[in-house]
């Protein structure tokens, strides 16, 4: 079997194709893989030193301002449009699968233009232009929750699947907190902005860090690799803090810890659904459409997560919202016992199923 994959920009995009890939690989001996992205984001680094075959488009997203750049980009994604169809001629692919970003526009259009079947994947509540517009020509759209069907109401097939993230979350070995230099019985908050960080949340966070030496939990903070330095200038936190600038493979401390405090992204979402964790989630209000919003006013409602927004992040509420959640066992389990009742979807599982079924 041969599938060509695409998802691009952020780790919300990437994480899920590769999430995609690897039960593909599970399930077909003789599987070939080519992923297509993007020449200057985190996926031309991230796929290849996996091992899997990569081909690099130069495309951008659409401006609103830089009129002069969107004429360029209607060129470039032409021309991205005409090197997919001459890849995917030789490749010969059964499927080409999309999860997100401006790069799988050219590839799924060069894909429907050859015949060849398509499948797209949404991890947000509200999803991406891309896929909107991609949505009603692909032959089945796999959507991360219930309530974005309204946004594919032209497609031809719309399956609810979940977010593949999720599943990979459980598949991670749990990585112990001890490793870090805490002790088993440390109440443990995870604390991160993101696949790629965020200054503006580092900086609303800086003064917490730095005022609860009294308290009797841990916090592992993670800054994302550009911010680090800056960070950590002229600085001092309380002792019961531990900062990093990055975590590989975030899901397996997560398994130990007892709080998270996060960016709604779709792909923290899911691992937080997944492994069952309480939550306090601070959506990036930089985001297309407000998604992460609305990402964690789903868990909201659902009485598994909290929400803070970002113009409302202060250090005093930040301390009460989270010392509401580790004093107040009645509350702290509350939520535990909404996540225990949740039926997290095997999602990559379902799509592969469902792909199994469209190539029939």
Known sequence: ????????????????????????????????????????????????????????????????????RDFKNIFLIRKALNKCMSIMKEFKPDIVIGCGGYVT?????????????????????????????????????????????????????????????????????????????FKPSDKLIIIVAGSLGSNTFNEKFKAYLSMIDKEKYKVLYITGK?????????TEFSQNVKVVPYYNNLASIMKDAYLVISRAGASTISEILALKIP??????????????????????????????????LDPSIIQVMINELVYNEKKYNEMKKNLERLNVKAASTIIYNEIKDLLK
């Open 105 to 181: 526009y050219p590839v799924i259009k060069a894909a429907q233009k050859l015949g060849i079947k398509t499948f797209i994947h949404e991890q947000n509540s509200i999803p991406g232009k891309s896929n909107i517009a991609l949505s009603k020509n692909v032959d089945l759209v796999g959507i991360s929750f219930k309530n974005s069907e309204n946004y594919f109401k032209k497609a031809k097939k719309t399956v609810y699947t979940g977010n593949p993230c999720g599943e990979s979350a459980l598949d991670i070995q749990k990585t112990s907190k001890v490793s870090l230099g």
């Open 279 to 312: 939550s306090i989630l601070v959506p990036s209000p930089y985001v297309a459409n407000n998604h992460q919003y609305y990402n964690a006013l789903d868990l909201v409602n659902m009485k598994v997560s909290e929400i803070l927004e970002e113009k409302n």
């Open 1 to 68: 079997m041969k599938i060509i994959v695409s998802a691009g920009g952020t780790g919300g995009h990437i994480y899920p194709a590769l999430a995609i890939i690897k039960r593909f690989q599970e399930k077909e001996k003789d599987l070939e893989v080519l992923y297509i992205g993007t020449h200057n984001r985190m996926e031309k680094d991230i796929v290849p030193d996996m091992g899997i075959k990569y081909e690099a488009l130069e495309v951008y997203g659409f401006s609103k301002t830089d009129l002069m």
């Open 226 to 234: 550009s911010y680090y330095d800056d960070f950590m200038k002229d």
